[in-house]
């Protein structure tokens, strides 16, 4: 009996699903508690090579969602110690970490190598940076997000319509795990329907995810889903999301890490560039801005 026995005996996968899966090339970016769930599963069922994007050390806790990591791990990078841990799993499966955040720039030359995008690092500057150019290229794209007991997973780019078209722009008010707060079980849960839906594009499967929403809410025990097919593209992808490095001399810069937004009047040949650890604070700036008529509007997630 070989390794993927209990998958290949699926006629929906069999032997030739299995040669596609070993020959897939699929990019990761996160891996912390969507990509502790998702990364064994893609690795288990014989995903040939895997890029694996996070800049973050393991913290203590981390441990009660991240259950890829031990208290002995503590301190170490997460995508080295994921990349390792995997190894052992699957030594079919090549996996090469990468101790660095992935940037819009980064992500250019990356994406092109890779048959799937998997979003994983739940960061609103990161989702957003990866729809815009897996949408350029027609690279799929799955991505979710979690807080709480509740979030969605969805399919998107690759011949769907992008993130942008079904989520134009972000609620007023709105939480990270690290403020909010997260059951590992959620995240557990939608990092594995992530897995799913990769395997399933990778494999082929109709119906296709991409074009799919799953949202799932485990404090009301409830899992519904639509299709967006027909979603329309907004005709303008605002605000841009761009890395540190695109910033030029003649943008005006605004770093929300640290301040306040102020009233600005932009020079009309000036681009507008806020800066804030997830994305949320200065696209939140960038579309009130945009709101008063001026559009060179671009934002940077400094935790990517």
Same mark, same amino acid.
């Given at each position: 009996m070989?390794?993927?026995a209990r998958q290949t005996c699926l006629p929906e996968v069999g032997e030739a699903g299995q040669r596609a899966l070993a020959a897939a090339r699929v990019l990761v970016v996160g891996a912390g508690g969507l990509g502790a769930s998702q990364l064994p599963l893609l690795a288990g069922a014989g995903v040939g090579l895997i890029r694996l994007f996070d800049p973050?050390?393991?913290?203590?806790s981390n441990l009660h969602r991240q259950t890829l990591f031990r208290m002995d791990d503590i301190g170490r990078p997460k995508a080295q110690v994921a990349a390792e841990t995997l190894r052992r799993l699957n030594p079919d499966c090549h996996v090469w970490p990468v101790i660095s955040r992935l940037d819009p720039l980064a992500a250019r030359s990356e994406i092109p190598h890779a048959d799937i995008v998997i979003d994983a690092a739940d960061n609103f500057a990161v989702s957003y940076a990866l729809s815009d150019q897996c949408f350029a290229m027609g690279t799929p794209l799955i991505s979710a997000s979690v807080l709480a007991r509740h979030g969605y997973v969805g399919g998107f780019c690759g011949g769907a319509p992008s993130l942008r078209a079904v989520f134009p722009d972000l609620p007023a008010q709105l939480q990270s795990c690290g403020t909010g707060g997260v059951m590992g079980p959620a995240v557990a849960t939608l990092g594995a329907l992530q897995a799913?839906?990769?395997l399933s594009v990778l494999l082929g499967h109709a119906p296709s995810p991409l074009g799919q929403v799953l949202n799932l809410d485990l404090a009301i025990w409830h899992l519904s889903?639509?299709?967006f097919d027909a979603a329309p593209e907004p005709k303008h992808a605002r605000p841009e999301v761009i890395s540190r490095a695109e910033i030029v001399a !003649?943008?005006?810069v605004v770093d929300?890490?640290?301040n306040e937004a102020p009233k600005l009047v932009p020079e009309s040949c000036?681009?507008?560039v806020f800066i804030c650890k997830t994305g949320l604070r200065a696209w939140r700036a960038a579309k009130e801005l945009s709101a008063s008529g001026f559009t060179a509007v671009a934002i940077v997630? !400094?935790?990517f």
């Open positions: 070989t390794r993927y973050d050390r393991i913290e203590e799913q839906m990769a889903g639509f299709r !003649d943008d005006l929300l890490r640290f000036q681009r507008a997630g !400094d935790g």
